[in-house]
């Protein structure tokens, strides 16, 4: 068995067209919806990310906001800065990249952004109205494409056995809540797990987001399952570097039914439902009916 490609940049080109044309309509009540991102240092892979983001927002019609802050920034200057994103009408969505500096608590941060503005879905109340079925809830981008990515393959996930390899805020948690929601039996493996290869060989859906290059191997995989790769890591090849994932990627495609590349596979879905959301925000916050 070859597993086939799923093809994130391509489904995500999808999305962002549908959401341009959704935001065009939006338009017609007087503005746009308006992103800001707020991005702290100079982190070459950051402001990478950062200007992609800048870039798809403004190609889908939107505003995009951009604040560059010196990674010494004091946390009281940019709580600051958040409540006047906060309080600004013109901005539906904000988004502080991380990873911040260390002297920055993230937590705090994270938790000053408006809930009805929090596009990264990582705000407390998001995350309780997430885990509580609460549809009112902002979720977090990447798992929200990481089931995009599951349903282009099989539209119905009812049953299936996920196993989430990784427990973070970000990605595992809030995904293991998306799956439950699918109908899903949903095994959360993590750095403690024992035996966590015969745990993925039980697995219908393997979703890996250890940040761990090329961790999952081939014999992980349950012939015919599906299996989509988060991590992105760079590696050194020779005098070279390569970004892998955290899924061997050959060796699973030999046994998996479908799976993710990378790059090109959940790392676009991540930002065009950075859009998404971002929209959703803004009709809510117009009164309009949620996207």
């Given at each position: 068995?070859?597993?086939?490609?799923?093809?994130?940049?391509?489904?995500?080109?999808?999305?962002?067209?549908?959401?341009?044309?959704?935001?065009?309509?939006?338009?017609?009540?007087?503005?746009?919806?308006?992103?800001?991102?707020?991005?702290?240092?100079?982190?070459?892979?950051?402001?990478?990310?950062?200007?992609?983001?800048?870039?798809?927002?403004?190609?889908?019609?939107?505003?995009?906001?951009?604040?560059?802050?010196?990674?010494?920034?004091?946390?009281?200057?940019?709580?600051?800065?958040?409540?006047?994103?906060?309080?600004?009408?013109?901005?539906?969505?904000?988004?502080?990249?991380?990873?911040?500096?260390?002297?920055?608590?993230?937590?705090?941060?994270?938790?000053?952004?408006?809930?009805?503005?929090?596009?990264d879905g990582f705000h407390?109340?998001?995350?309780?109205?997430?885990?509580?079925?609460?549809?009112?809830?902002?979720e977090p981008c990447t798992?929200?494409?990481?089931?995009?990515?599951?349903?282009?393959?099989?539209?119905?996930?009812?049953?299936?056995?996920?196993?989430?390899?990784?427990?973070?805020?970000?990605?595992?948690?809030?995904?293991?809540?998306?799956?439950?929601?699918?109908?899903?039996?949903?095994?959360?493996?993590?750095?403690?797990?024992?035996?966590?290869?015969?745990?993925?060989?039980?697995?219908?859906?393997?979703?890996?987001?250890?940040?761990?290059?090329?961790?999952?191997?081939?014999?992980?995989?349950?012939?015919?399952?599906?299996?989509?790769?988060?991590?992105?890591?760079?590696?050194?090849?020779?005098?070279?570097?390569?970004?892998?994932?955290?899924?061997?990627?050959?060796?699973?495609?030999?046994?998996?039914?479908?799976?993710?590349?990378?790059?090109?596979?959940?790392?676009?879905?991540?930002?065009?439902?950075?859009?998404?959301?971002?929209?959703?925000?803004?009709?809510?916050?117009?009164?309009?009916?949620?996207?």
């Amino acid at each position: 068995m070859t597993a086939s490609i799923i093809d994130g940049k391509a489904i995500a080109q999808e999305l962002r067209a549908r959401i341009k044309a959704e935001v065009a309509s939006f338009r017609a009540t007087g503005r746009a919806p308006g992103l800001a991102v707020v991005l702290v240092g100079s982190d070459p892979a950051s402001a990478v990310y950062v200007r992609a983001k800048a870039r798809q927002t403004v190609e889908a019609g939107m505003l995009s906001f951009e604040h560059s802050l010196p990674a010494d920034v004091d946390q009281e200057a940019l709580l600051r800065l958040i409540g006047l994103l906060n309080a600004d009408p013109a901005v539906d969505g904000i988004l502080v990249q991380l990873p911040l500096p260390s002297h920055i608590d993230a937590t705090a941060v994270l938790s000053t952004v408006d809930p009805t503005k929090d596009v990264d879905g990582f705000h407390p109340v998001n995350a309780g109205r997430l885990a509580t079925g609460d549809p009112a809830a902002l979720e977090p981008c990447t798992p929200l494409g990481c089931v995009h990515l599951l349903k282009s393959v099989e539209a119905d996930l009812s049953g299936a056995h996920s196993v989430v390899l990784g427990r973070s805020n970000i990605v595992g948690k809030p995904l293991a809540q998306m799956l439950l929601r699918e109908n899903c039996t949903v095994t959360i493996a993590h750095s403690r797990t024992r035996d966590i290869a015969q745990i993925c060989r039980t697995a219908d859906i393997v979703i890996a987001a250890t940040g761990r290059a090329a961790m999952v191997r081939g014999d992980w995989i349950k012939p015919g399952a599906l299996v989509i790769d988060v991590g992105i890591n760079r590696v050194a090849t020779g005098d070279k570097s390569a970004l892998v994932g955290d899924v061997a990627f050959e060796e699973a495609r030999e046994r998996a039914a479908a799976i993710t590349p990378v790059p090109g596979g959940v790392g676009p879905m991540t930002i065009a439902y950075l859009l998404h959301n971002t929209l959703k925000a803004a009709g809510r916050r117009s009164g309009l009916p949620s996207t």
